[in-house]
Nanobody, 120 residues
Framework: QLQLVESGGGLVQPGGSLRLSCAAS????????MGWYRQAPGKQREWVAG???????NYADSVKGRFTISRDNAKNTMYLQMNSLQPEDTAVYYC??????????????WGQGTQVTVSS
């Protein structure tokens, strides 16, 4: 069964760093676009960053210059390096991936989420 699993969340002080990972596993043929989203308490889920298969990246203005998205296609894994974290970055972070399985069915999958808390 194809799935995405995030890891790397936790508690960090303002100005600190965290690295999130999102590993895809199962009957994968091709992973197209992947992305990170976040949802803070009482707010809607918002897009954070995206990366296509060729490596081109895009970022929300709120994280540009602080967060870096990357992917290792050989490991079917995506990363989000988060630097200069601020309390407003506190949220549950979700990854998603536009993935075709081994019989060519293409679906957008979501991970279960990982909590990031920025607090002193």
């Amino acid at each position: 069964q194809l799935q995405l699993v995030e890891s790397g969340g936790g508690l960090v002080q303002p100005g600190g760093s965290l690295r999130l990972s999102c590993a895809a596993s199962g009957n994968i043929r091709i992973i197209y676009t992947m992305g990170w989203y976040r949802q803070a308490p009482g707010k809607q889920r918002e897009w954070v960053a995206g990366i296509i298969g060729g490596g081109n990246t895009n970022y929300a203005d709120s994280v540009k210059g602080r967060f870096t998205i990357s992917r290792d296609n050989a490991k079917n894994t995506m990363y989000l390096q988060m630097n200069s974290l601020q309390p407003e970055d506190t949220a549950v972070y979700y990854c998603n991936g536009d993935i075709a399985n081994n019989i060519g069915v293409r679906v957008v999958y979501w991970g279960q989420g990982t909590q990031v808390t920025v607090s002193s």
